[in-house]
Structures are given as structure tokens and as C-alpha cells.
């Protein structure tokens, strides 16, 4: 349950949001080596969760398809992904630095005046749940600008999404 946004957090049990998944390779050597890299010098959650962030959205390039084509590890090395593909690197690069990430699915307007089923991420920073949506690079950490947030559904925030 929650917003999908910005929000404290009331999960007691963090644990789920540091493992694996299918497509989300934690600790696997390719994605180890990018997070090193990326956060090398940097000590605090918020420092590292940040870098991470901004490796996804400026690194990553943004394409229409519809669910899971790479996972996490394919996605860097394709250098591209949808939604859940790119949320799938960003997960598993937060997971792999040891700093709790969820999925959130949900139905979101655009920019565009497009309306679809989304995919986007949170990460959990001094007891806050941040929205990462790295999709466009209109958006920030903790700032979405290329969907309208004042309204849009949720159908789950998980752990692992399936599709």
C-alpha cells in the first residue's frame, strides 16, 4: 500500500526489498561493478541512492515496448530499456549497494496526453520511500515531470513485478 510517490515508510520487514528477483540480478558482477563505480567516494544513502538514479536516466536510453524484454542485466548491456526494464537496472543497482528499492505499477497519464500502464520505482532514504522514475530526464530524484502526479492509479507496490 502507499502512494507510489513520496512517503514515509511503514514496512517494519525490509528485507524483500534487498533480494533478487528473476529480473532483478542483485550483486550480479556486471551490475556490481557499474554501482562501485558510480558511488565510489560516496558515503552517504542519499549520496549513493542518487548516483545510482542519475546513472539509469542519463545512461540509459528510453524505449516503447511493452513488459520485461532484457531484466536488469540485460538492460545494461543493451543500454536500453522500457519502463519495467529500466526499473528492473534501477532496482537491482539500489539492491546491490544495499539500499531498499520497490516496484510500483500503476496506470499514469503523460506529458503527451498519452495514457498507460507504468512502471517506476521507489527508494527508501532515512525512513522515506523517494519516487525514481528514470524514464525521462525531465525528471529528478524524488520529482516526476513527465507524468501528471495529482492523479494516476496504483495497482501494486512490490517487491518484484512479474511481467
Not at 524483500?16 to 554501482?35: G, P, R, W
Not at 524505449?63 to 532484457?70: L, P
Not at 543493451?78 to 532496482?91: E, I, K, P, R, T
Not at 521507489?122 to 516526476?144: A, C, E, H
Request: hydrophobic share 35%; glycine share 6%.
Amino acid at each position: 500500500t502507499g502512494t507510489g510517490l513520496n512517503e514515509i515508510n511503514t514496512a517494519t520487514d525490509l528485507s524483500k526489498y534487498l533480494k533478487a528477483t528473476m529480473n532483478c540480478q542483485v550483486d550480479n558482477a556486471k551490475i556490481k561493478a557499474i554501482v562501485d563505480k558510480v558511488t565510489k567516494g560516496l558515503s552517504s544513502v542519499k549520496d549513493k541512492a542518487v548516483a545510482i538514479y542519475n546513472y539509469v536516466k542519463d545512461y540509459i536510453d528510453y524505449s516503447f515496448y511493452y513488459d520485461t524484454k532484457h531484466g536488469a542485466v540485460g538492460t545494461l548491456e543493451v543500454g536500453s530499456g522500457n519502463c519495467v526494464d529500466q526499473a528492473h537496472l534501477l532496482v537491482a543497482m539500489l539492491r546491490t549497494a544495499d539500499i531498499p528499492a520497490r516496484y510500483v505499477h500503476g496506470t499514469c497519464t503523460f506529458s503527451s496526453g498519452s495514457t498507460y500502464g507504468h512502471v517506476w520505482a521507489q527508494v527508501l532514504v532515512d525512513d522515506m520511500w523517494y519516487v525514481i522514475d528514470p524514464t525521462s530526464s525531465r525528471n529528478s530524484f524524488g520529482k516526476i515531470v513527465n507524468w501528471y502526479t495529482s492523479y494516476y492509479t496504483i495497482h501494486t507496490i512490490t517487491n518484484n513485478i512479474q511481467f
